[in-house]
């Protein structure tokens, strides 16, 4: 099993940065892939970032490219979302989730590939 917590959210604003980290309790967070999603009021959850069991690839979406970068420390298990360049559309609660199945890679997008998530951290960005 594996047990996230999230932590490093915040009011910032809109250009500012954050820095969430996501600290993983558990024998199988190097062996997990590891995802950022976020969800908005009255929005379904949103894929934000994932990264590989090595840490050598990662992934984003579209919206993501160039402002956010994971990363993790299996030695630390923790996972982290540096956000650059916020704007008011990235506030939401951001949720880190592992997965430790076997999947194609279009469905790291899928919330429900995942089977552990933390409860989650508030991001809101002030224009």
């Known amino acids: 099993q594996v047990q996230l917590v999230e932590s490093g959210g915040g009011l910032v604003q809109a250009g500012g940065s954050l820095r969430l980290s996501c600290a993983a309790s558990?024998?199988?967070?190097?062996?997990?892939?590891l995802g950022w999603f976020r969800q908005a009021p009255g929005k379904e959850r949103e894929f934000v970032a994932g990264?590989?069991?090595?840490?050598?690839?990662?992934y984003y979406a579209d919206s993501e490219k160039g402002r956010f970068t994971i990363s993790r420390d299996n030695a630390k298990s923790t996972v982290y979302l540096q956000m650059n360049s916020l704007k008011p559309e990235d506030t939401a609660v951001y949720y880190c989730?592992?997965?430790?199945?076997?999947?194609?890679?279009?469905?790291?997008?899928?919330?429900?590939?995942?089977?552990?998530w933390g409860q989650g951290t508030q991001v809101t960005v002030s224009s």
């Open positions: 990264v590989s069991r090595s840490g050598d690839n990662t």
């Open positions: 558990g024998r199988t967070f190097s062996s997990s892939f």
């Open positions: 989730g592992a997965a430790t199945g076997v999947f194609a890679l279009a469905a790291m997008m899928r919330p429900s590939t995942y089977n552990y």
